[in-house]
Structures are given as C-alpha cells and as structure tokens.
C-alpha cells in the first residue's frame, strides 16, 4: 500500500463519535500521512433523510447492547420509512464521498451507521480502498435476528462489502462472524481486531490541561481519606447497568462486619447525549437508591458510603479514577470501556479492576482483571469483595498487568491496524 494515499476516516455523525474522534484529529494534524475526517452528517443536506439516520443509529444501539427491555421495538410502516430514507441518506453520503476522494483514497468508515454506505461508495469508486470499523457492541444473532430481514442482511453485506471490517474486541467479531454465518450462511474472511487506544490522560501534560482536576483531587481526599474506594466511572444510561452496581455494592456492604471499615464508593457519570427528560429520570432513580443505601450503611450523620457524580466535566472522571482501588466497569454490553483504559495510565493506587464479561476488554484483560457479571448482582458483590482482599503480591501484579495493557497502544497503532491488511489492493 502506498504510503502516501490520502486517509479519509469517515463518521455518521460528530453526536456519534467520541474517543475515537479526538485521536483522529490528533493524528490527522501530526501524521506524516494525509488525514481528513469527514462527517456523513455534513455531507447531507436534508433533514428527513436525517431522521433516517438517527432512526437506524437508535435502533442499532438498542439491539448492539441488548436495550431491548423498555420501550418495544416496533418495526411499523413508520420505521420501514424511516430505513429506506436511511438508505437514501446513505447513497448521498457514498456519492458525495466518490466525488470528493482522489484517486487511490482509503476511506475508513466507522460504526455500522455507515454499513450501507460500503457497497455503495465501492460501486462508484472502485479505485478506493474500504474499511468498515465497528466500535460498538455486536448483537448476538437472536438478537440481530430482530431487525427486519431486508435490514439486518443490509448491514451484514454492507460491512462485508469492505475489504476489511474490524472490531474493538474478539468478543465482538466473534458475534459478527456467528451473524454471518447463521443468517447468511457464509463464513467471513476479512475481519480483524484492534482495540482503540486511549485519547486522554496519557501523560501529565495532558492531564495538567484539565481544568479543575486539582480542586477534585483535593475534594476527593477530604471525602474518602484513607478509606479503599471502589469508582464507578461511566456513561449515564441503560447500557452503563449501574442500577445492578448499585445493588452490587449494598450486598458487599452487608457483607461487611460491623468493626470493619466500610468502603467509599464513588460514582461519575456523564449525561452527555441523554436528552434532558430521560437525565431527570435517571437522576432521580440513582439518587433514590443511592440514599436508601447510605441510610442503611452509613457509621455516623454526615457518612455516605456511596457518592454519585452526574457531570460531563473531565477532572471528575480523572480524579476518581487516580484514586480508585477498584475501578468496577459493569456494562450490559459495551464495545470499548475506555474508562478502563484510562484508569490504567491515571491510577495511582496500584488499583484493580473488574470488568464486565460482555466487553471489548474482557478477554485482554484475562488473568488481570477479576470478572463481574452484569446481571449476576450477587456474583460481581463478590467479586468485590475478594478484589478489596486481595494480598499485596498479587494486587501489584494485576496493577501492573492493567497498566501495561492500557500503556501498549496509541492511536497510530489503532490506524496502522486498519491500513495493514490493504497492501495488496
């Protein structure tokens, strides 16, 4: 492959993009390579063919990471117009795109709100090389299975239509390969992994930029002491599951004899993308539990076991994740926990970490992290518990293991994944 081949990484839509982007940027303006980031939402200039867009974007994140138990899925005559204006909008974008890439592009398309555009942009432009990246879950076939067949087969071909198409975790190109083959009854060849690589955080220059890290550094320390904490640092929302950490926490708290110390657990979350009504709810049902738990374990008036943060502002989420003992990361599904990452660069503890089976990080972390389980309440107060006993030795090992793997990569390295396979073409 031509080193000097322009690189167009291509989003839906900037409201969808979030770690990954800012590395991007990053690279695009320090690269020896010929960056450009383009956003599909830019290149349309029609609002209903928008609302087709966000209608699949809705409906793909619900059934990636199983957000199927609320509000039904309702595929009427309503939602098979909103796909095929979804579809529309996706031939608009591959258009636009053949027009404007130069010869020998590489366009790299990220997250399957850009499936359909493959086949597409490959049809007019056969001189550009494509990759699909998923940086999301990936439902499991039954599930997958829900969409409408004319939908669901549209994706699937849209992503196998790329050269390649890669993934944040074996976990979830796995569950695409499984897709493949049981309802395409094909078996893939061009699938790949390469996990993300943290965008913040990695160094102190970066992490001297953040405005108000120190103050929260010093509110932390007058809060939690000396106390181990156990840091939940997440997005707020369904798939984040903290409700079941919750609920996790007040089992490992009556577990605790009353002579023992008692645990201080701090939760951040940022709302960001929550539409405002669905954040008051949220709010108020955290809230709630998160009292009715301190009141049941609280040593003295002015005790709070638990402490919830509902902030979009970095130095929250940096300082507790510095000062974690434990860092729990506890999704239903998740593609990347990039708290994870981050918490392994920043820690300063020599922390622990627990991380859902159904992660992008969970077979990579084998042996590092201890295992909780996202519906299993009881299993992951456990496995609270053993992390909060875990000897010296073997915490030091564990820390160090994190710390290694979150310190491997960088954002070039995610990039050169992606163009490694395309040599040939």
């Known amino acids: ?5 322009r690189i167009a990484v291509v989003a839906a839509s900037p409201d969808f993009a979030s770690d990954w982007l ?5 690279l695009a ?16 200039d029609d609002a209903d063919l928008g609302s087709g867009l966000a209608l699949a974007h809705e409906t793909l994140h619900r059934l990636h990471h199983e957000l199927t138990d609320g509000e039904p899925l309702l595929f009427d005559s309503d939602w098979h117009a909103a796909w095929r204006a979804f579809r529309e909008w996706s031939t608009v974008v591959a258009t636009q ?3 404007r890439l130069p010869d020998d592009a590489i366009a790299l398309l990220q997250d399957t709100d850009l499936a359909l555009v493959a086949p597409r942009l490959r049809d007019r432009r056969p001189d550009v090389a494509i990759v699909s990246f998923v940086h999301t879950a990936f439902a499991a076939p039954t599930t997958f299975g829900r969409l409408p067949d004319i939908a669901r087969d549209e994706i699937l071909l849209g992503l196998l239509a790329s050269q390649q198409t890669g993934f944040n975790g074996s976990i979830w190109r796995d569950a695409f390969d499984e897709n493949v083959r049981h309802h395409l009854g094909v078996r893939p060849q061009t699938t790949f992994v390469a996990t993300m690589a943290p965008s913040i955080g990695a160094d102190e220059n970066i992490a001297a930029e953040i405005d108000g890290l120190e103050a929260e550094r010093l509110l932390l320390r007058a809060e939690v002491g000396e106390d181990t904490v156990i840091a939940i640092v997440d997005q707020l929302g369904g798939a984040a599951n903290i409700t079941r950490s919750l609920w996790a926490v007040d089992e490992l708290l009556a577990s605790i004899d009353p002579e023992d110390p008692v645990p ?12 405002p009504s669905e954040q008051t709810r949220l709010d108020t049902e955290l809230l709630s539990i998160v009292e009715d738990i301190n009141a049941r374990w609280r040593r003295a008036e002015d ?4 402490r919830l943060r509902i902030t979009a502002q970095p130095a929250t989420a940096l300082a507790t994740l510095e000062r974690a003992d434990i860092l729990l990361a506890n999704p239903i599904r998740a593609g990347l926990p990039m708290t994870v990452l981050h ?14 089976e159904s992660t992008g990080l969970h077979t990579e972390l084998g042996g590092i992290a201890f295992d909780s389980h996202p519906y299993d309440v009881s299993a992951t107060a456990a496995a609270l518990s053993h992390a909060i006993d875990t000897g010296t030795s073997e915490r030091l090992d564990r820390s160090y293991g994190w710390r290694d793997i979150a310190s ?13 396979g395309l040599e040939d073409t």
């Open 303 to 306: 005790h709070h076991p638990i």
């Open 264 to 275: 201080s657990t701090i939760i951040v979350l940022d709302p960001t993308g929550v539409p």
């Open 97 to 99: 795109l053949a027009d």
């Open 1 to 5: 492959m031509s080193a000097n081949r």
């Open 343 to 356: 918490g392994g660069l920043r820690n300063e503890r020599d922390g622990l970490v627990l991380i859902s």
């Open 22 to 26: 800012d590395a991007m940027q990053s």
């Open 29 to 44: 303006t320090t690269s020896s390579r010929e960056i450009e980031v383009v956003f599909g939402s830019e290149l349309v």
């Open 408 to 420: 491997s990569r960088t954002a070039q390295h995610w990039l050169d994944d992606q163009l490694d």
